[in-house]
């Protein structure tokens, strides 16, 4: 039982117990206080792990924009009935018994992934040459992406294009109805 | 670098993503799914950054510098 053990123990059962909360909570406000110390936890894992920037971004990204974002996006849609609809008894349990399942699933294939492999496969690549290969400038023939990764975004810029433009044309034949 | 395994990562990390997936199950609430999302990318980002300590431990274990 070293210290990294016991640090291990108490954020794993602060973050555990927070993410129950966040799904067992009925309220929406409850839920994102309970999100917010989920967030916390997983953060201070990073640092336990020894990534340190990835634990600071965290920090400011999820906690600091993505909560205040959720906590925003409640104050402005909690009006009406929508922010304490009550889940049904049976719903609770079909879901947790089918998370209960996955759960038994991912553990069981978790639990056989070896820690250490003395003669495993080679060390990992860093980042350059992975940059590299996702440019097709790679030594050894190595196939471009960028050519997909720019269609697939342009793609996605055209799907946003068209949502806004069929939003507000809906928009403007309401107020074209109504006048 | 801890001297934990691997697998209590991958375990607290597969119980995060589990919890995203009922609270996406179960909430009512558009804002409550993205709450479970939330969980789910945690979940998978846990996952990456424990992996990525693995590898530096099995280059660590084969003699090279560690960086």
Known sequence: MTLSHALFAILASVTAISALGVVLSGSIVRA?????????????LYFLL?????????????????????IFGIMLTAQGP???????????????????????LLVNAVRPIPDLQPGGAGT???????????????????????LPFE????????????????ARAKRHQRTEGEA | MTDLGLT?????????FVCGVVCIATKRNAIGILMGV??????????????RGSGRRRSAWRGKSSR
């Open chain 1, 124 to 146: 990992l690549p860093g980042t350059g040459p992975l940059g590299m290969g996702f440019l097709g400038i790679a030594n050894n023939g190595a196939v471009a992406y960028l």
């Open chain 1, 151 to 166: 269609i697939v975004s342009v793609h996605l810029l055209v799907v946003l294009i068209g949502a806004a433009y069929l």
């Open chain 1, 82 to 104: 929508f922010s304490s609809l009550k889940t049904r008894p049976m719903e609770w349990v079909v879901g947790g018994a089918l998370g209960a399942v996955l759960f038994a």
């Open chain 1, 32 to 44: 994102a206080v309970w999100l917010l110390f989920t967030l916390l936890g997983v953060s201070m």
């Open chain 2, 8 to 16: 209590p990562f991958l375990v607290l990390a597969s119980f995060l």
């Open chain 2, 38 to 51: 939330e969980l789910v990318l945690n979940a998978a980002n846990l996952n990456f950054v424990a992996l």
């Open chain 1, 50 to 70: 020894g990534a340190e920037f990835l634990g600071a971004a965290q920090l400011i990204v999820y906690v600091g924009g993505t909560l205040v974002l959720v």
